[in-house]
């Protein structure tokens, strides 16, 4: 029989190959080299974080725990009484109220606007490239010159009230009353700051497959129900994202106020930032100030955790 001889054949084929041999490990010396690379490129950026934030937010702590007379260079320790000073302090909840109203209208109208440019801008027809210049010009314009220019234009004999003079409308001093200079602040910064949220918008909307639209229309769906159940959620990330940067960008607004109104007509436009550095820098107490800083970092990072924690709900894909 022939069993014995197939089997023996077979079992020749069923035999495993030679191991090789065993990978090499790199050097200790080499894993050292690579890992040192690694710091060296991240060393520029903890660098900055360290100078630029660590170290100023200990100092604000620090100060904040002291009243310092920068005339005489005198440090005293105070513990807490800049803290109460906040509840003591009689122009506190104006300040607040402005930055409220502030940052209320610049997250509304920057983001609503700015997806509506994003819509508009998405459609294909005849100059949509040199209208994404112009809606984007303004971010890479400095702010204070952006500013200055909009002081000019903003005065009671300037080209706002111009323009409003030929159609036969007598335009108010817009800086010089609360309401206006408030409006005039808000829409200066909205204006100059909204092109990166369009340029955002209309990005995720081209990430948006055309597929899905052309099969909701082919079901009977309106543009403004396509809109809404399928492109909203669809860039609900990148809401998010303009939602944070718009928030934390309107908290940090300084130039606006310093250069168009300085907080006037009385406390009507003095935003949170601003009073710091009035307390800080024009009256001199930097114990006050630092608190006051202090307290702003802590209403941005709050802002921010809030609306990280949202996005369970905001956002389409998240768990």
């Known amino acids: ?3 014995g001889p197939l089997l023996t054949a077979g079992a020749e084929h069923d035999v495993a190959p030679a191991a090789g041999p065993p990978p090499r490990r790199r050097p200790k ?6 890992g040192l690379v690694g710091y060296l490129f991240i060393a520029p950026q903890l660098l900055g974080v360290l100078a630029f934030v660590i170290v100023p937010v200990v ?25 109460a000073e906040l509840f003591r302090d009689p ?4 300040v607040l109220g402005a930055t409220a109203v502030f940052s209320l209208g610049v997250v509304v109208l920057n983001i609503t606007l700015g997806l509506l440019l994003a819509v508009l801008l998405n459609r294909r027809f005849r100059g949509t490239a040199l209208f994404r210049t112009l809606f984007f ?19 009671d004999n300037g080209g706002v009230n111009g323009l409003l003079a030929l159609v036969g409308v007598d335009g108010p001093n817009w800086l010089q009353q609360g ?9 200066t910064q909205v204006i100059r700051s909204v092109g990166v949220n369009m340029v955002l918008f209309l990005s995720a909307l081209q990430g948006v497959p055309s597929e899905l639209h052309e099969a909701a229309r082919i079901d009977g769906a309106s543009n403004r129900t396509i809109f809404r159940r399928i492109t909203l959620p669809l860039i609900s990330p990148t809401l998010l994202l303009t939602a944070i940067i718009t ?25 949170l930032v601003y009073y710091v550095f009035q307390q800080a820098f024009e009256f001199n107490n930097i114990g006050y100030g630092s608190t006051l800083a202090l307290m702003l970092v802590t209403f941005v990072m709050l802002l921010t955790l809030l609306q990280w924690q949202l996005r369970r709900k905001w956002v389409f894909y998240e768990a």
């Open 59 to 83: 100092l604000a702590v620090y100060y904040s725990l002291n009243k310092w007379n920068i005339f005489t260079g005198q440090l005293t320790f105070v513990g807490g009484d800049n803290y």
């Open 247 to 271: 928030v934390v960008g309107a908290l940090q607004a300084f130039a606006q106020v310093a250069v168009l109104t300085e907080g006037g007509p009385g406390l009507s436009t003095t935003v």
């Open 91 to 94: 122009q506190l909840p104006r």
């Open 1 to 3: 029989m022939t069993t």
């Open 179 to 187: 309401d206006t200079a408030m409006a005039s602040v808000i829409v």
């Open 29 to 34: 010396r080499t894993r050292r080299g690579e």
């Open 137 to 155: 010009s303004p971010v890479v314009v400095s702010v204070v010159a952006w500013t200055l220019v909009w002081g000019f234009l903003l005065q």
